[in-house]
Every structure is written in structure tokens, then in C-alpha cells.
């Protein structure tokens, strides 16, 4: 079964400090890739995506990630974060038209 | 705002009732799909229309669910018979098509359901 990891269910930073999240998925195949972010109190959000070409993707909010293959990773990173961007991060991938996730890094930022 | 909408937000139930939940897609979007998402997980997939046609279903969708879209427009998911295992957010996305896969899903807000 197609499965994907996030390698931290929590993490806390500093405002200013930057971020790395993890993410790793099973499938060998052609795979579109995701990172949806949910803030307190609100709904999910697509924050980028990775279809093709380039494998470095730039999203909203200052976010990128890289698509390595050889590595199936697919990881979030932003150089600089800020209190705003707590909120819990979610990596997904297609398969068979339905998204699988991963269970979701919940991201604390003291100010 | 023209995003997915879902009613009711929250629904508390005693076991063994029957509930139903609504999902308005946005519009022009002819695909749409339910998630249940659990404390500390992510959502996982239950079943995905195309118009008004269902055309996959998670092993996760017991035949006390079923989900609906008569009119490709609005889709509801029914629950009979709730069990406490039932109590999750329920969770519905829509979509335009794209080849290969390349869909992108907008979700709603959720509907958080409760059983006592």
C-alpha cells in the first residue's frame, strides 16, 4: 500500500530560526506531491505543489520544497518562520485520483 | 467566498442514530471527494465522484455509509447506525480534472461529528 511519512509529529522553533520538514512517500511511480497547512481553527490550505520540471517548488508564505526521487522525499523548508506560521503541516500524494497523507507535523513557533 | 462549503460544522449523535452531512462543491468543480480525518492523523480517503457518478470507494467505507451526488452539484455522505469509532471530522474536497492526476483539491471547512 502506498504510504507516506512525516518524520515529525512536533516541532519547536523560534521566530526567525528556519525549518526543515520531512517527508517521504512509497510509491515508485509518477507521483504528484503536496503540502497542505491548516491553521488554528481553519480549514486546510494547499501551500505548494509538484506535478513536474523543476523540483524545487515555491509556494505562499515564503515556502518552498524540494522533489528529490532517488530519495522519494519531498520536504518543506523556509528560510526564516514566523509566529503566524504555527499552525500543523500535512504532506500528500496522488495516487489513484485520492490523496494519501501523512499524519501531520504540528509546528510551534514561540515568539 | 465561493469555496467548499459543508453543513452542518459540528453534529453530536447517540450511537445508533442516523446522521447525514452536506457538501457544496465549488462551483464548476466535477470532482469531489470525502475524507475522514481522526485526532493526530491525516485525513484518509473514503470515496471521490466525477459529476454524479461514484467512482471509487475506500475498503474504510462500511455499508452503513453512503454517499450521494444526484445532480453532480451537491453530495451528501449518510451514516447509519453510528458507532463511537464513527466520531472524526469529516472531510469534503472538489476539484477540476487534470491529466494524470494533476488535480488539486480545495477543502471545506469540515463537519466534526461526535458519538455519544
Known amino acids: 500500500a502506498q504510504s507516506v511519512s512525516q518524520h515529525n509529529h512536533h516541532v519547536i522553533l523560534s521566530e526567525a530560526a528556519s525549518l526543515e520538514l520531512g517527508c517521504n512517500y512509497s510509491?515508485?511511480?509518477?507521483?504528484?506531491l503536496f503540502w497542505y497547512v491548516q491553521y488554528p481553527g481553519q480549514h486546510l490550505q494547499l501551500l505548494l505543489k509538484?506535478?513536474?520540471?523543476d523540483p524545487l517548488v515555491k509556494g505562499i508564505k515564503g515556502f518552498e520544497a524540494e522533489f528529490i526521487k532517488s530519495k522519494f522525499s519531498f520536504n518543506l523548508r523556509k528560510p526564516s518562520v514566523q509566529w503566524s506560521d504555527t499552525a500543523e503541516y500535512f504532506c500528500?500524494?496522488?495516487?489513484?485520483?485520492?490523496?494519501?497523507w501523512g499524519a501531520g507535523t504540528k509546528l510551534i513557533i514561540k515568539p | 467566498d465561493t469555496g467548499v462549503s459543508q453543513n452542518p460544522r459540528h453534529k453530536i449523535t447517540k450511537r445508533g442514530q442516523n446522521v447525514t452531512f452536506r457538501c457544496d462543491p465549488i462551483?464548476?468543480?466535477?470532482?469531489l471527494y470525502w475524507y475522514r480525518q481522526t485526532l493526530g492523523q491525516g485525513p484518509e480517503f473514503l470515496t471521490y465522484?466525477?459529476?454524479?457518478?461514484?467512482?471509487?470507494k475506500s475498503r474504510l467505507l462500511s455499508d452503513r455509509f453512503s454517499a450521494e451526488r444526484p445532480k453532480g452539484s451537491f453530495s451528501t455522505l449518510e451514516i447509519q447506525r453510528t458507532e463511537q469509532g464513527d466520531s472524526a471530522m469529516y472531510l469534503c474536497?472538489?476539484?477540476?480534472?487534470?491529466?494524470?492526476?494533476?488535480?488539486?483539491?480545495?477543502f471545506g471547512p469540515g463537519t466534526r461529528l461526535t458519538v455519544l
Open positions: 509538484y506535478f513536474s520540471g
Open positions: 465522484f466525477q459529476n454524479e457518478a461514484q467512482l471509487e
Open positions: 462551483s464548476e468543480h466535477n470532482r
Open positions: 510509491y515508485g511511480g509518477t507521483v504528484n
Open positions: 474536497a472538489s476539484s477540476v480534472p487534470g491529466l494524470r492526476g494533476t488535480d488539486t483539491q480545495y
Open positions: 500528500a500524494v496522488t495516487f489513484n485520483y485520492q490523496l494519501i
